[in-house]
């Protein structure tokens, strides 16, 4: 079922990362906000942002991530123009940098047997 909540740009991105195969979830709650999408897995928050928000707005944001920190999550803000106009790359640069985010583990086994 599609939330009736979600944007049609938010949207467009959740349907697009399935299609890459990321698990990724639609409007999930957090326990403190709604986000956009979420890829529980990787600990990361998506929020499709029009961009021009109120200073106002901007601190309630910026205190959401601080709290999606705290609680072991990244966010990421992507401007709605990326998802409009570049759909595709967006996608395939969120999908790129999930991946990337798995690869410490393997260069931290490789720190942690190297000798200096």
């Known amino acids: 079922m599609v939330s009736q909540k979600a944007t049609p740009l938010a949207l467009a ?8 195969g990321v698990a990724a979830q639609l409007e999930k709650w957090d326990g403190d906000k709604t986000v956009d999408i979420s890829i529980e897995d990787a600990k ?10 109120s200073a106002d707005q901007a601190m309630r944001n910026l205190l959401g991530t601080l709290l999606a920190f705290k609680k072991g999550y990244l ?20 999908t790129e940098f999930l991946i990337e985010s798995k690869q410490p583990e393997v260069n931290n086994a490789f720190l942690w047997n190297t000798k200096f």
């Open 13 to 20: 991105l959740f349907i697009e990362l399935k299609k890459r």
């Open 75 to 94: 966010t990421l803000r992507i401007p709605n123009s990326l998802v409009k106009y570049n759909l595709q790359h967006t996608a395939d640069l969120i």
């Open 44 to 53: 990361m928050n998506i929020e499709v942002d029009a961009g021009q928000h």
